[in-house]
């Protein structure tokens, strides 16, 4: 399979799990234990919450993430006629983005990664990139996100579900070059779940989400 078949799924895996590396690609030195990965919801504490007013008059500044020129990534759609769909859509992209740059950086404490990351979730995600960071690993190719929809269940809270083909997306070895990877296969292609939270300042944080490789509505 090619490298990124539950990389965001990884996120809501406990530290051991995380350093399943063969959905990076051929050769990983870890065995493949992802399918339908879950995790409970983070505790969001008591954080004190920003007045409507106060979020309008102060936004968050949203950090600007950068990746290679042979790392792609494309989102369908990328918006939707809704306003706070089209919100949750784009820090989820921006979640996704900020994985990969976190995983090229090899910097599991990249602050656009947590930025978009809360509780258990943030800690998971830390431990996904630190698994590439331990054997030198990056990532490499292109991989398509598609069939994006989103389900507001409250002013704050939000569910999404979509598609990756990540026939192209491969991991690959720092020191010497050499891409990770196999045959293209069902299991290219990930559905994805994943539920997130507005915190005070309006970003739409991961608290959860799962996978499922090789799922029938996902193949081409």
């Known amino acids: 399979m090619n490298r990124r078949s539950t990389l965001l799924a990884a996120i809501t895996l406990t530290a051991a799990a995380a350093l399943t590396l063969s959905a990076c690609g051929g050769d990983s030195p870890e065995s493949d234990s992802e399918d339908s990965d879950k995790a409970a919801v983070a505790d969001t504490g008591t954080e004190k919450s920003a007045s409507p007013s106060a979020s309008e008059e102060a936004p968050a500044v949203r950090p600007k993430i950068e990746l290679p020129s042979d790392v792609e990534l494309s989102f369908t759609p990328d918006e939707s006629g809704d306003p ?6 784009k820090d989820n992209a921006e979640l996704v983005r900020a994985l990969d740059a976190a995983i090229v950086a090899q910097n599991s404490r990249l602050p656009a ?7 258990e979730g943030a800690v998971a995600a830390q431990e996904w990139v630190k698994a590439f ?19 507001v269940g409250s002013k704050d809270t939000a569910s999404l579900s979509y598609c990756a083909d990540e026939s192209k997306a491969f991991s690959k070895v720092i020191k010497t070059g050499e891409v990770k990877g196999t045959e293209v296969t069902k299991d290219s292609y990930v559905a994805y779940g994943a539920q997130v939270q507005k915190n005070a300042e309006g ?9 499922t490789r090789g799922a029938d509505k996902c193949q081409p």
């Open 84 to 89: 706070v769909k089209n919100a949750v859509l």
């Open 113 to 119: 990664l947590e930025f978009y990351t809360e509780g």
């Open 133 to 151: 960071v331990d054997v030198g690993w990056t990532v490499t190719g292109d991989t398509r996100y598609f069939d994006r929809r989103v389900t």
């Open 203 to 211: 970003v739409w944080e991961l608290m959860k989400i799962s996978s």
